[in-house]
């Protein structure tokens, strides 16, 4: 004869109770909460970061703007220094530049030559030096007296005392007297040039 069932051990089990509506409520607003202060903060580092690095990248573009002006100022500086200092040594070597002819002239009181035609005169003391490689010829013609107004007067042969000899001058020689043109006037310079003005002219100013 076949056993009826046996009922379980012990009463059942109660059914587990879920979370509440309450507590689900409360952890879907923490989790939101959360997010947001994780945002937050993410957020400020962002905002910091890029404020600092644009700070560092204007700061550094300016430092290097100013580092690059100071060193174009002095370069700048330097080349005009320099070219005013060639210009300066250009200037001395033309002038320290050595001639051909040193000419000297002085203003002195007439004395009537063997030639002299009466009237009024002026006489100049002149004195010719070699100073380059060839020989050079001098001769009273060779001169003229320029005076004060500009006008150039011509040389009167033999018409005062002392005029200069017509010689041929070797490198190192030199020729001194007067040379006397009609006039009386104030002699300002005198030019000398030994091939009827196709060379160099020199001149000299009246002492």
């Known amino acids: 004869m076949a056993q009826p069932p046996q009922p379980p051990y012990g009463p059942p089990a109660p059914p587990k109770q879920g979370m509440s509506t309450g507590k689900k409520i409360g952890l879907g607003c923490g989790g939101c909460l959360a997010v947001l202060v994780v945002l937050f903060l993410f957020a400020g580092c962002v905002a910091v970061l890029s404020s600092g690095g644009s700070g560092d990248s204007a700061t550094t573009r300016e430092e290097t703007a ?3 002006t100071a060193q ?19 200037e001395t070597e033309e002038a320290e530049e050595p001639q ?21 005169h002026t006489s100049v003391y002149v004195t010719v030096e070699n100073n380059g490689d ?13 005076a004060d107004d500009g006008t150039k007067k011509n040389v ?21 007297g007067t040379i006397t043109a ?9 030019e ?11 001149t000299a100013e009246v002492r």
């Open 66 to 68: 100013q580092e690059e």
């Open 72 to 90: 174009e100022e002095p370069a700048e500086e330097v080349a005009e220094e320099a070219a005013a200092e060639g210009e300066e040594v250009e």
């Open 100 to 120: 051909d002819v040193v000419l000297t002239a002085e203003a002195v009181e007439y004395e009537p030559g063997v030639l002299d035609t009466g009237g009024d």
């Open 134 to 146: 060839e020989d050079i010829d001098v001769n009273p013609l060779y001169f003229e007296i320029v």
């Open 156 to 176: 009167s042969l033999m018409a005062g005392q002392g005029q200069i000899d017509a010689v041929t001058l070797s490198p190192g020689q030199r020729a001194e």
């Open 182 to 190: 009609e006039g009386a006037f104030t002699a300002a310079s005198v």
């Open 192 to 202: 000398f040039n030994d091939s009827f003005g196709l060379g160099e002219t020199y």
